[in-house]
Structure formats: C-alpha cells, structure tokens
C-alpha cells in the first residue's frame, strides 16, 4: 500500500473550496507483485465473474497470467483483446468503445483493464456507462489518467473528455512497469511536468474570472509533480523508487482531478497544444505520439509564454490591452471554421454552450489591468522553461518539437488555435488579448 495515497482513500472531505469531496476508490497498491493481489480483492469483494480488457501486447505481458490466475480463483474470466485500427494502434474511440461492449456478457460483475491511458480510458467509459465497477493494472506510468474520472475519447475524430468514473481498486506492479519502455516512462514524467502550466492557467481563471478554485486539490497537483522532479535520476535510472514516485505522482494528480470532479488542476494550454496535435495526426493518418511525450514538450512551449509575461510591466500591459482587438463570438467561430475543418460545429458548440455566458471582453481586459502583479507571480511560479527542459533530458524524453516530429507549421497552427479546444481560461487565452 502507498502510504502518501492511502490517507485520502474512501475519505468524504468538507473542503474549503466549498465543496464536499470523495475519493470513491477503495483500494491503491504499488509494489512488485501488485498483480497477484487482484484475485484475493475480488474473492474478498464476492465478485465472481469479471471481463478482462487488454490489447494483443498487454495480454502477452500481463493480462495472460492475470487470467490464469484469475481462473485458478474460480473467479468466471470473459475476454476484450481490443483490435489495432488501420494504423497498427489502439485508440479509445467508438470502434473501441462497441468491442468492449460486446466482450462484456451481461452476467459480468467487474471491468479490469491490464493496459496503459488509452485502454484505461475505453474501460472507464464503458464501466460508467454499464454501471459496473472497474479494476486497473497499468502497465505503464505513462499518464496520469488511471486514477481519473474523465475519459479523453475520439469522436468523430475530435478529442472529447466524457466524464465518467474512477477504478475501484488500482494494482499496479512494479516489476510490470519496469518492463515498460522507457519512452513510455518519459512521457508520464512529461505528463507530470505539464502540471506546473496546468496548475498557473487554474490560478488565472481564479483571478481573472473567479473561477471555481480548490486549494486541497491544487496542492495535492503541486505534491505530485514535486514527487517525480524530486527523483527525476531514479526515475531515469528505472530503479524500484523511481518507478514507485512517477506512480504515486501519476496517480495523486489523479486523485486530485477526483477531488474536484474534473480535469482543470491536471490539464491546461500544454494539454490543449497536444490534443491538438493529436487530432491533427489522426487526420492526416499519421501514428499517434504518446500523450505525456507531447505534454511535456508543450509545457517547455507554455512555460516560455509565461517567462515572456515576467518581462512585460503594468503599463506596457494596459496599453497593449487598450489596442488589442477583443474576440467576439462571430469572429472566433469564423476562425474555428476556418481551423477545425469538419470538426467545426463541435468546437464551436465547447466553445459557445448554448446555456453558457459568454465572457465580457472589455471587463476581463480592466480585470488584468487590475491583478497584473497577481498575473506576474503565477508566472513566476512556473518553473523556467530551460529547467523543465533539463528534467525532460534527464529521463531521456523529447524536449523539443522537432524531436517529438511536429513539424513548425502545425506548431504555429495551435498555438493560434488550440485554445479552441476546450472553453477554458489559459495563457494562450490570456496572450491573445495582449
Ligand atoms: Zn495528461
Ligand atoms: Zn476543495
């Protein structure tokens, strides 16, 4: 058991944010044979027949011999060996989404996925949506999604994160995620490191447009990040310790999106720059990159942005607000068009909710004259980029787009047009206005 997650477990929290906060899941263990301990929960638990999730590798890996013992349990074992799509790969989309459900006969009580992000996010999906609890045996530190409750889907080719639910019981073993390669081990470091961005975007909502903000989670978020910089050589290393901390970080952010209920602690611009990325390749055919490769090289991109926010004063900043041409809703919908192709309608209806408000251009622009020394040290909180980029080398992770393989156009592309993604306040939401 992990002693840092294990304290918020099953807790029901009255927090000063003004919510009341759950942490549903029941069970975290992190230790080398992690994976036998699965039979054992589910015989305590009186579950007897469940459906085990993988794809063709994970089963080879681990899911085979999870079945085997399993079934040495007595415990009725269903199988879903989610299929590659045209390019070779597995992806959680609708294709994925309706396998799954038909590997799931209606007598199975329990969902385990053996896999790393994507199979978890099938999973947690379908399981929300049968209403059946799920187990997760990552296979990778590669995401910080296991924990979560929103599964990113691709529908229709656009990137969507449905909200949905929380694994009752995570096992993930280490001697498993030792095996696991290491550019995987990168990008759930990368994943981490995009924390430091997400969390400064959080704060300008806060600021700038009151938005809804948890001290609890947002330091939980810090705790995460600040586990895996602390042990970046052991993590690079692949040691027991370093594995155990990117873990217990990947999973902490987790728990921390679970406080709040959803992603804004874990997720801002850099996450938008790499979903955007990411439908990008998708339509143009190309192979997916890893998720948290992407995060962390869009974080060193953000990071920069905010550094450039540390060299603009009070003055120089209201007189480029007074210039500056506000949005409106007529000319980002045009440029979303113009942006997102087929896609379009989708942006604009996450853009535009029909029952939202919009936001006042002309007060947000006097609210950031107001609080630009508040906008100064959230940027000054975010680790220089040239830092960032140290850890990222130091787990042998790509750091710069061309070593991730996005080429400058499709670059320039979002950082123009990824704020698009999502209808959330962040700096390239802010930038655009000075
Ligand atoms: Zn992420
Ligand atoms: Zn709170």
Known sequence: MSEILNTWLGRKIDCECGQQHEIPIRRIVIERDAMKQVAHYLNENGYREVTLVADARTYEVAGGKLREWLEHAQIKVSLSVIRQNAMGEVAANE????????????????????????????????????KRPFLSVPTAPSVDGFASVGAPLIVRGFKMTIPAGAPEAIFADLALLA??????????????????????????????LDEHYCELSARLTREAVELCTAHVEEIAQRTDLGLLKLTEGLILSGLSMLLVGHSRPASGAEHHLSHYW??????????????GAKVGVATVLMAQRYEALLGITASEAAARLAQSQAPSELTDAERIRQAYGAMAEQVIAENFPANGKGVDAAALKARIVQKWGDVQAIAQAVPASEQLSVWLEAVQGPVTTEQLGVEPELVEASLQDALFVRNRFTILRLLRLL
């Open 95 to 130: 294709e994925a989404i309706v396998q799954t459900l038909l590997d799931t006969p209606l007598s199975s009580e329990v969902l385990i996925v053996v896999g790393s992000g994507t199979l978890h996010d099938i999973v947690r999906f379908v399981a929300h949506r049968t």
């Open 179 to 208: 095996q696991a390669p290491q550019a995987m081990i990168a990008a759930g470091f990368g994943d981490m490191l995009g924390k430091h961005t997400s969390l400064a975007d959080w704060s300008l909502g806060r600021v700038l």
């Open 278 to 291: 990411e439908m990008v390749l998708l339509q143009q055919r190309r192979r997916a990159l890893l998720h």
